[in-house]
């Protein structure tokens, strides 16, 4: 079946540290996006690609960083400059032509 | 830039009941796209409902319909006969339309629903 599949499901990292986190995609979608979501907050944007080696930022993407180097995968860096990196991170991609999203079921991110 | 309002945080119906989930916007655009998301416990995003701007017919998918005023720039959702399976976190979204790759939404910051038995 296609889909996006995020992995880990949760993360635990020490203050201080980068961590990865995995986004890839078998439905043939050109663009994807990473969204964060805070209680009380929604979901807001961090970074998306419209295609393979190209992305852009989005409403709050410092302290993250993005690669885009196959269409299938768009893998997020939350570095050391994110002041609060606690939260659920949500990866989507979409087929374009104002579809919606299809979403991944997302990684929980704690940092202690 | 566009903005999102879900003015009722949570919300709680008896089973079988009809509710329904308030949203309004605001944009100066006159062509864009409205969706309704819904988060379960599990988290996983699905997309409920999805109303494009410039069709007058309101958007039907099964127990869910929405109520769209385009010029109260209002985007309610209706569920029917709602289940228990309805209890989620809903997100009332915001798409303008732009080049290929470049449609971005904007989410509402949810209202929590609770169906009880």
């Known amino acids: 079946d296609g889909g996006i599949t995020q992995s880990p499901k949760y993360l635990f990292r020490k203050e201080g540290q980068n961590v990865t986190l995995s986004c890839e995609q078998n439905l043939n979608h050109d663009a994807m996006y990473w969204y964060r979501q805070d209680p009380g907050q929604g979901l807001r944007l961090i970074y998306y690609s419209q295609i393979v080696n190209d992305f852009q930022k989005g409403d709050i993407a410092e302290g993250y960083s993005v690669s885009r180097e196959k269409k299938e995968s768009f893998p997020l860096t939350v570095t050391s400059a994110q002041k609060n990196p606690t939260a659920f991170y949500l990866c989507?991609?979409?087929?374009?032509?104002?579809?919606?999203?299809?979403f991944g079921s997302g990684t929980r991110l704690t940092v202690v | 830039a566009q903005t999102v309002t879900q003015s009722q945080p949570e919300m709680s119906v008896q089973e079988a009941e009809t509710v329904t989930l308030s949203c309004t916007y605001d944009?100066?655009?006159?062509?864009?796209?409205l969706f309704w998301y819904k988060q379960p416990p599990s988290r996983q995003m699905i997309l409920v409902i999805r109303q494009e701007a410039y069709k007058q017919q309101n958007a039907t998918e099964n127990r869910f319909s929405v109520n769209f005023q385009k010029a109260a720039k209002s985007f309610s959702l209706k569920i029917s006969d709602s289940q228990l399976g309805d209890t989620a976190m809903y997100f009332c979204?915001?798409?303008?339309?732009?080049?290929?790759?470049?449609?971005?939404?904007?989410f509402g910051t949810g209202t929590r629903l609770t169906i009880i038995p």
């Open positions: 989507a991609s979409s087929p374009g032509f104002d579809y919606g999203y299809t």
């Open positions: 979204a915001f798409m303008k339309p732009g080049s290929f790759g470049n449609e971005k939404l904007t």
């Open positions: 944009t100066s655009e006159n062509n864009y796209y």
